[in-house]
């Protein structure tokens, strides 16, 4: 074959320096599968219809499916094929074909794979056995759903007028730009920026499947220019930042980002559940105040926040800055994939297409799971005589509050729920429910059923029924709430929970006993150990319970 041959024959698509060679001549035949690996999911290809190789001796057991069949995007595609008996554990080349989301994924166990049931996703894929010719393909695999310059590439219709970019379905984010309106910056420099934002959006794909983005203007007082909501196409969003005007004053970067994280990102103005939450500040110089609280408040409000820092501080302005290690601080993590450093605004082009595949890449997201998002919280919950069917219902209202400020979801936090007397009785289970509304509602249903106090064989239970049970990347966490002495003993079944993973929180109420108390605790104790006098005071530990939830959260994600 010819080099001119191969040439028309094939064509280079490459992103994030991988080099995929596909065959628009000869069909599917001809096409060269992409290489991915063990994890990688269906949302993170572009292509409605693409061949991808599996690799062998992949944990395929491990890696999460949702669906049979038809599987949620979020599913590892390597492990839906062998669910689904496309490949086995030896891997092989399965193709890949896009569809739309559906309610009511159903899960099932096939070829040594345990799928899980979904309510609903946004989109979906199945997978398919296909004949090869015998290509190979070499390289690392996709790392980003960003389209490249040919994959966004302006269709034209019979006028000749191009039409508005198209949707990147597969890049799911919420994303503010924190624009500087500074006096530093002049009108000039003003529209550098806002014409560097448009050129960076305009590579995202902006649409109500795909990503979505709003504006705040950094000043002495922040203002929203526009929503999330406001502007659906590339089109309209490039024409709203035109419209911005340049509003002078102090570059108030902490305050402007604690606006952002307090009344932006809600669903009213926009705000999609699941979909990663991103600030993108633009700041000249450095800024006028302090930025350590907004920080943090972003940070656990699970928002991933990006710099771009222009012209910094020349070695005699450095007396004016107010924190020089601003940048470090404010960012999602402080491992340079959030920061970017720009010598001047003339300079900034070439940042932009890293820009926009950075903000698309979800596994990079790093801030996106919280401690609110993140955790698998049991409740083991006293049902003895001692406690009386008035205070039962006040244990129930303390569960209630703990519970509310969790993000529930099918690949969010979960919830279950054990009480216990001589016996154990699952209220429900992880699996049981998968929204808050449902979770409160079986809160309060549960029904007090009276009895001796069995501790320890009730953590041993709940241990083995309900963490046992469970297969994600969650924080396991036990509330173990008693009002009494058990009869049995508690520190040997909750040292294996302790080894199993599991944090435990003991709570005691009335006549509990501290050394029990101390004994099922996780260390340090005095963190994880509560006390109420009577059931009317058990609220007034919530505050704290949930703060040690987050801080044992930070620990153990890191």
């Known amino acids: 074959m010819s080099a001119f041959t191969m040439s028309v024959l094939t064509r280079a698509i490459v992103i994030l320096g991988t080099l995929t060679l596909t065959s628009p001549a000869q069909g599917d035949q001809g096409t060269v599968p992409v290489s991915v690996n063990c994890s990688t999911r269906g949302t993170y290809l572009k292509e409605d219809q693409v061949d991808v190789l599996c690799p062998p001796r992949c944990a395929y057991a491990l890696l999460a499916v949702w669906g049979s069949g038809v599987y949620a995007s979020v599913s590892s595609i390597c492990s839906a094929a062998v669910h689904s008996g496309v490949i086995d554990i030896k891997g092989g080349v399965v193709r890949l074909q896009k569809l739309p989301g559906q309610e009511n994924y159903q899960g099932s166990t096939a070829n040594g794979i345990r799928s899980s049931s979904l309510t609903r996703w946004m989109s979906s894929f199945s997978v398919s056995k296909t004949e090869r010719i015998g ?91 526009f929503m999330l909501k406001d502007n659906m196409n590339s089109r309209d969003l490039t024409a709203a930042i035109k419209n911005v005007t340049y509003r002078g004053g102090n570059s108030y970067v902490g305050k402007a980002l604690m606006h952002t994280t307090e009344g932006f990102f809600t669903a009213s103005k926009g705000t999609r559940t699941g979909y990663p939450k991103v600030v993108v500040i633009l700041v000249d110089g450095w800024p006028s105040d302090d930025v350590d609280s907004a920080a943090n408040q972003a940070r656990e409000s699970g928002i991933n926040v990006f710099i771009v820092s222009v012209a910094k501080a020349l070695p005699e302005e450095q007396k004016m800055v107010f924190d020089p290690n601003y940048a470090e601080k404010i960012v999602c993590k402080n491992n340079g994939a959030f920061s970017y450093a720009i010598p001047n605004w003339f300079g900034m082009y070439k940042f932009i297409k890293p820009l926009a595949q950075r903000m698309c890449s979800y596994n990079q997201m790093a801030c996106s799971r919280t401690c609110h998002n993140s955790v698998n919280l049991a409740f083991l919950i006293d049902g003895s005589s001692s406690v009386g069917d008035n205070n039962f219902r006040t244990v129930l209202n303390f569960i209630t509050e703990i519970v509310k400020p969790f993000d529930i979801h099918q690949i969010g936090s979960r919830v279950g729920a054990v009480q216990f007397t001589y016996d154990q ?98 260390e340090p104790k005095d963190s994880h150990t509560f006390f109420a006098k009577d059931f009317p005071d058990v609220h007034k530990l919530v505050p704290d319970i949930l703060k040690g939830i987050c801080n044992d959260y930070s620990l153990r994600a890191m």
């Open 135 to 225: 290509l190979e393909v070499s390289g690392q695999p996709r790392a980003t759903v960003v389209p490249t310059a040919r994959a966004i590439k302006k269709k034209t219709g019979k006028s000749g007028k191009k039409n508005s970019k198209p949707i990147n379905k597969d890049c799911k984010a919420d994303i503010a730009f924190l624009i500087d309106g500074s006096w530093n910056l002049g009108k000039r420099r003003f529209n550098l920026q806002k014409n560097f934002i448009t050129r960076v959006t305009n590579l995202l794909g902006i649409g109500p499947d795909g990503p979505l983005v709003g504006i705040v203007q950094i000043s002495d007082n922040p203002k929203t220019e």
């Open 425 to 522: 009785r699952t209220e429900f289970d992880f699996d049981a429910h998968v929204t808050k509304d449902d979770v409160l509602n079986a809160i309060s249903s549960i029904r007090y059923w009276s009895g001796g106090t069995a501790t320890g064989e009730a953590i041993a239970h709940t241990t083995k029924n309900l963490f046992g049970k469970i297969k994600n990347n969650n924080v396991n966490v036990l509330i173990v709430i008693t009002d009494g002495q058990s009869y049995d003993n508690v520190a040997s079944p909750a040292t294996a929970a302790h080894q199993a993973g599991v944090v435990v929180y003991s709570v005691g109420i009335s006549w509990a006993m501290q050394n029990e108390l101390k004994a099922m605790a996780s």
